[in-house]
């Protein structure tokens, strides 16, 4: 079993920064890629950004590309999220996810076995 617990999400304006962390429970983490999504109101849950659980690329939406930085510390069994440059269009409620063992970083949101409660990221014009 993977607990997973977002934080850092909140209200910024337009062209801020905000760091999303999320902390995993368990000590499966470092065998895992680790996924962000994010789902707006009437709108489907989107993948954001992923990181392998190994040696690999990260990957990221293409809305985001250039702007956020996913980043991860095995260490701490934590991953983040750097949104720089936030946009109106990035407000939605950002979701972390596990991924299955040894599986590499994916986009779809089925391939992702452990989610975390959500938080919201608000950006103001």
């Known amino acids: 079993q993977v607990q997973l617990v977002e934080s850092g999400g909140g209200l910024v304006q337009a062209g801020g920064s905000l760091r999303l962390s999320c902390a995993a429970s368990g000590r499966t983490f470092s065998s895992r890629a680790m996924g962000w999504f994010r789902q707006a109101p009437g709108k489907e849950r989107e993948f954001v950004a992923g990181?392998?659980?190994?040696?690999?690329?990260?990957r990221y939406a293409d809305s985001v590309k250039g702007r956020f930085t996913i980043s991860r510390d095995n260490a701490k069994n934590t991953v983040y999220l750097q949104m720089n440059s936030l946009k109106p269009v990035d407000t939605a409620v950002y979701y972390c996810?596990?991924?299955?063992?040894?599986?590499?970083?994916?986009?779809?949101?089925?391939?992702?076995?452990?989610w975390g409660q959500g938080t919201q990221v608000t950006v103001s014009s």
């Open positions: 990181i392998p659980w190994s040696t690999g690329s990260t």
């Open positions: 996810a596990a991924g299955r063992r040894f599986r590499p970083v994916v986009s779809g949101t089925m391939e992702y076995e452990y």
